[in-house]
């Protein structure tokens, strides 16, 4: 099983970009990389997902390195909304397990 | 269109009983994932189901298990219910179009095992 890497937590101010980092160098070359977010008492939802290029949504920004070892979702402004857990998944090309890592708990602070 | 409805929300089990857990996709998905999280272990992997054949499964023991209806309803059940079974079990309505793989989450039933 592929495997993620984040930081336990972070923190940001209201209305700052927030980075958040995660290592994957275990990754294949197939291997999707997709970011859910889970808010208190809710079930994860999706945030981003991509393969090798950046890309961008309404949500946030996907960074990718251009090994693929390592990714960074961009959140342009935090809000108070935002605090919640991020994970960083790896998905394999065929089939949709999903495995997701302990994520990085993101507080924003007023 | 109609979320993902997972039934019941709330549930107390003793050990050595078992359970039975139901999940409704969104309409039109006919892939369903299960997942078991814990504050130890985190989010983990049961099985997935794709008109009705299991499809992808998890390291679990083969107290677990589950299946998919012809509606894609899934239900899975834990046998021989262990203290260490109480979790938070997710499930997950599975959209594919092309490379795009997204999954949509329940709010869970939260399992208490005494």
């Known amino acids: 099983d592929a495997k993620t890497t984040q930081p336990n937590s972070m923190e940001s101010n209201e209305e700052e970009p927030v980075h958040l980092p995660c290592n994957h160098s275990t990754i294949s070359g197939t291997d999707y990389i997709h970011w859910y977010r889970q808010l208190p008492s809710q079930g994860p939802e999706y945030v981003i997902h991509g393969l090798t290029s950046n890309v961008n949504n309404r949500m946030a920004s996907l960074a990718i390195a251009e090994d693929r070892k390592s990714s960074t979702l961009i959140l342009h402004r935090a809000t108070l909304r935002d605090a919640a857990v991020y994970y960083c998944?790896?998905?394999?090309?065929?089939?949709?397990?999903?495995?997701f890592g302990t994520g990085t708990s993101l507080t924003v602070i007023p | 269109k109609a979320g993902v409805t997972q039934t019941p929300r709330y549930l107390i089990k003793t050990r050595g009983q078992q359970v039975t857990l139901s999940c409704s996709p969104i309409s039109g998905h006919r892939s369903v994932s299960w997942y078991q999280q814990t504050p130890g272990q985190g989010l983990q992997f049961l099985f997935e189901y794709f008109s009705e054949t299991q499809r992808n499964k998890g390291n679990f023991p083969g107290r677990f298990s589950g299946r998919q209806f012809s509606n894609s309803r899934s239900e899975m059940n834990v046998s021989t219910l262990e203290l260490g079974d109480s979790a938070l079990y997710l499930c997950a309505s599975n959209a594919q179009q092309g490379a795009i793989h997204e999954q949509f989450f329940g709010p869970g039933t939260r399992l208490t095992v005494l």
């Open positions: 998944i790896l998905r394999a090309n065929t089939g949709n397990q999903f495995y």
